[in-house]
């Protein structure tokens, strides 16, 4: 699963199969829907923080862990993608009503932010999941090519982080090259995260279903030179959680 900090917690896409007009609303009105996204997400972090700041009893290390940490850990699950996209969607109509006081744009206004408090609410009761060793996803992978025995063809690569216990990250978006006749593609990585002790190449002809090409871990300081393509495994979707955090203030019906 990815992690929180690795990008958009929801896509426009995700908000249309919610809202199906959504796109209409956002064009007539001249509404930014990227910008409002990135508005909620900043949001729903600083709920978040809050929320997780308050599960420390003391004000020690581990409370100055998580200010430090803030939300690199939380693992994106389905319950907070429906926040975001409730959230997302209460500030579009917010600005829409805004721009024409339009009573409809009012009411879904209010409907939407109804939604994301209860979404908000859902969310927190099931549990913020978080991971013990957080690997961020990577930068896309750089390209090049060297002499050697390959063929013309075009080349999909995407690569994932590993931590000393095994786990891998959300694979980076996918890059691609082209390379000639007795050419090959080398594959690197840069800026990789502190807690990092390797990578994985995943390659293949086409931008979907790309395999894994390296048999073991390849070193931080190391490059890959891609040879005759491997069927292996395609990446996961990142780390899983390994703790929730849970809000206990339900109240109990008898």
């Known amino acids: 699963m990815a992690l929180f900090n690795d990008g ?3 896509s426009t896409l995700d908000l249309q199969n ?8 956002a064009s007539t009105e001249g509404i930014d829907l990227t910008a409002k996204m990135v ?5 729903i972090a600083n709920d978040l923080i809050l929320f997780l700041l308050r599960r420390v009893t003391v004000r020690d290390a581990q409370w100055n862990l998580r ?5 690199c850990d939380v693992v994106v699950t389905p319950p907070l993608k429906q926040w975001h996209v409730h959230k997302s969607l209460s500030m579009v109509y917010r600005d829409a009503y805004n721009n024409q006081l339009n009573d409809r744009y009012l009411n879904k206004w209010n409907e939407y932010e109804k939604l994301a408090e209860q979404s ?7 549990g913020v999941g978080l991971v013990a ?4 996803k990577p930068p896309g992978p750089f390209l090049s090519v060297v002499s050697g025995p390959g063929t013309a063809a075009t080349y999909y690569v995407a690569v994932t982080w590993l931590n000393a216990a095994g786990q891998e990250s959300t694979p980076s978006d996918t890059t691609s090259i082209s390379s000639l006749d007795g050419q090959q593609i080398v594959i690197g990585v840069t800026n990789a995260p502190a807690n990092a002790v390797g990578w994985n190449a ?5 931008p979907d279903g790309l395999g894994l090409q390296n048999d073991g871990a390849i070193s931080i300081a190391g490059s890959y030179t891609l040879g005759a393509l491997q069927a292996g495994p395609e990446a996961g979707d990142g780390q899983k959680p390994t703790c929730f955090f849970i809000d206990h203030r339900v109240i109990e019906r008898g």
Not at 18 to 25: A, Y
Not at 120 to 126: K, P, T, V
Not at 133 to 136: A, E, I, K, Q
């Open 8 to 10: 958009p917690l929801s």
């Open 18 to 25: 919610t809202e199906n007009g959504i796109l209409n609303v």
């Open 39 to 43: 508005l909620a997400q900043g949001a």
């Open 67 to 71: 200010r430090m940490r803030g939300t």
């Open 120 to 126: 908000q609410e859902i969310y927190l009761q099931i």
């Open 133 to 136: 060793d957080p690997l961020p």
């Open 202 to 206: 995943y390659a293949g002809q086409a």
